[in-house]
């Protein structure tokens, strides 16, 4: 598949440092290009202004600390236009009184609160009483679905985060890092500087939308403890919560019964595009082509949820007359009839199952994840428009678990059965060395010319801690940084190539964080993702830079 056939491209829009021009383009990816602006107020300005007065074509826009990541169709915007139309816009006013307010009600009793008074040298009820009294901006999402990263009108309350992060922090905990306030939605890890408490759900999926706080709204928090009357700004509509079975639509025969699941089986489709404004990203299955693949084979629309299985394991008996494929990873496919008939069942073609059958995948040979669509598809009701699991943000369907039984819809349409399906490539072994094509930057020139080297001619092994989230790689000499400055939290994209301290890079996948604080050297491209999604563990990666670093001159150009 040729780059220029990819259905999306993305835009990141960075305000990092002031230049002659107001903005400049840098490269990302195939599909990808950074503008830098001078600071976080233009950042939000361009922001407001292409949400009030959209370009067309634009199909989403993810804000950062210092960045837009904005997706867009190249069949009706090409990239040097939408940086032209970017280039007219006027980032120099900002309306902060446009956004919707919400009031968050807060105890400050946090862990850290004489720590952050002794930090600015004021006493707690002076720290209480800024945070108070300021109005803030949700400047963007990220870290976790529900997460908003708050920007105050005045930056009196400019703390660091903790040297040493916290494992656990409750949910509603409120803190301070850097320029930023934000309440934690869930129990988890982090290092922010906590002040106190609500007991407002930042996130609940009852809720439509989810996420109490979006990019542009704005923020009043009220002091609990004073017995302020405080209203919290609610969404209009509520949804019921999500169920994982469409009852109405259930034939309760066909279904699977799960005997085992292996390492990891999870329902996955095409993913949850357009909910970056909640803090999630758009997971799905992390080989496309296979998934596509499997639904054809079997007569469903080609964007059904199957189950995506890893490295085999999964097992399970049909109730009733069921028709499925696996596709993906190399790995065998083992029939037990109810009269104890054994047979071996081919990939990349449909099989039949009747009553009592039992189906076992084994370990694969080569590739990693085989997925399994059955005809009628998953009675499994959509999440955020989505049947896919995103491991990093938990949402979606549950895992599938030893015992389930999944059932089947009926079918109600009728699609066309593909008879001539096969891989799009050859499944990698874990003894192979893969080449991936990559396009360096946005951030190459904040490493030394030795790193860029080592990028490309180095290989760099597939660790056991890899997963979803990303293939976490190690070479024999890290990467080393010219530029060793904090970089303010951007947007990140599928297959971007992210260093962090160790030097050591981590591939992004599909369950990838929106936003992250280190630099990416390059980005795998798209045509290339879903063989990353393949790669076994001890398999090793060589990087193929097919362009040179620079920035694009054409997006320079001042215009009448």
Known sequence: MS???APFYILIINAASFREYSVRFLPVNLNAIIVELCNLDETLALFDSLNSSPISGVEEIIPAARTLLIRFRPNIIADSQLAREINRRNLNTRDRTTGKLVEIPVYYTGEDLAEVADILGITI???????TENEYTVAFTGFAPGFAYLVANSNVLHVPRRMTPRARLPAGSVGLAGEFSGIYPQTSPGGWQIIGITPERMWDLSR???ALLQPGFRVRFRDKSKGTTVTITKPESQITPTIDVI???VDKRPSLAILSTGIQTLFQDLGRSGQAGLGIAAAGALDKTALRSANRIVGNPSDSACLEIVEGGLSFISHGCVIIAVTGADCPIVIQTASGRKFQAGSYQ???LSEGDKVT???PKAGVRSYLAVRGGFAQQPILSSRSYDTLAHIGPKPVATGDLLNILSVTR??????DEGPAFNMPAPDDIVTLDIILGPRTDWFTEEALSLLQNQLWRVTPQSNRVGIRLNGGTPLSRINHEELP?????????????SGQPVLFLADHPLTGGYPVIGSVASYHLDLAGQIPINAHIRFNPINEFHEIQEALTVHE
């Open 125 to 131: 009820k002076e720290v209480i009483k800024r945070h």
């Open 247 to 249: 009852s109405s639509q």
């Open 350 to 352: 449909p099989v039949d």
């Open 489 to 501: 939290s951007e947007g990140t994209a599928v297959g971007a190539i992210q260093v962090p301290a």
């Open 208 to 210: 439509n939308p989810p």
């Open 414 to 419: 009728s699609f066309a059965v593909s008879m």
């Open 3 to 5: 780059w220029h056939h």
């Open 361 to 363: 995948l084994g370990t």
